[in-house]
């Protein structure tokens, strides 16, 4: 048991040191884009290249997670996110940053399946939740602390985290190399012998299954949505109501850390009280709801109290989502986790670019669709409470 509860929090910990090396260049990317005389259309592709990447290489990382185990992947990820922040450090011109975005993009695909997978592996469907809570509070943990430090470091030069995130990811590759140990997997699947299937064919079958072909046409949609709100986010905050940049990072920081204490200690009672799917569909109706109070609102108050309730509805449906596919993925953990992320990703790809377009159309736009598009996503989940839904496949 000690030996199980030590590799979770290893593998865990590595999804945390990701997460912070990319929260750590958060701050210095407003001076980089001055510095470079980058246009906000190319600051733009920066996020659309790394979501493009992750989306591309998703699904194969996915494969290969299931069939050559996941450590080999988590390694391999870790190193390669390393390299692409010292690319990214020492970029000069436009194509190598375009080219470290793209490393990083694959990086975040060979992990985060991976990762999600060998959480699965370890646990089974009873301690999955809680397990499920931690790989996102990881997540949400290191975007809380790193921009703050980020922040500190450019002090000693708009580089420095760059090179401060490759460092991370490099110390987590040899913690992993040297330490982490392939799973033995502790899934309830059936007994019938698993056929040898190509990444492509695997992934169709598994799309057919109504359980998975609802849920990732419900994770594309919600996504889209929950990117529609985030990247405009701080300019709309701004523009519509005066807030300054500090007053931005203090509602967000302390929204964070509220979701983070939600995921550490009160999501596995959420899942034991109403289970993944109730909980799925609370959190669109509960963000649907509050991103239409920021949109029709003229208080401050409301927004940060709404932006609250918002951040936390987001980083409860993340793990609820993942906890969900696990239960119903059988021996195909990585692929399912894999195509979890590329729709995931297709939406944060559009989210972005669409929201942009809403706010220079109107600047409250934006919360408009993406409060509509939500509201659409909680009423299509309800279907999965039927039966043909329920099934296991």
Partial sequence: MV?????????VFNLFLVFLGVGLVIPALPQLKIEMGFSGTVMGILVSIFAFAQLVVSPISGYMSDRFGRKK????????????????GFAQTLPWFYFSRLLGGASAAFIMPSVTAFVTDLTTIEERPKAMGLVSAAISGGFIIGPGVGGALTHFGLRVPFFAAALVAFIGFIVSALILKEPEKHQEVSHKAVEKLDAKTEAFNLLKNPIFSMLFVIIFISSFGLQAFEAIYSVMATENFGFTVGQISVVITIGGIFALIFQLFIFEKLVDIMGELRLIQLTFFSSALF??????????????????????????FRPAVTTYLSKHA???????????STFTSVGNIVGPIVAGALFDMHHRSPYFVSALILLITGIISLKLNSKKYQAEG
């Fill in 291 to 316: 991103i239409a109070f920021i949109a029709f609102t003229n208080r401050p108050w409301v927004v940060v109290a709404s932006t609250f309730v918002v951040f936390l509805s987001f980083d409860l």
């Fill in 3 to 11: 030996k199980k509860n030590s590799m979770l929090y290893l593998v």
């Fill in 73 to 88: 992947l988590i390694v391999f990820g870790m190193l390669l996110f390393a390299i692409s922040e010292v690319i990214f």
């Fill in 330 to 340: 059988g021996n195909n953990q990585g692929m399912i986790n894999g195509l979890n």
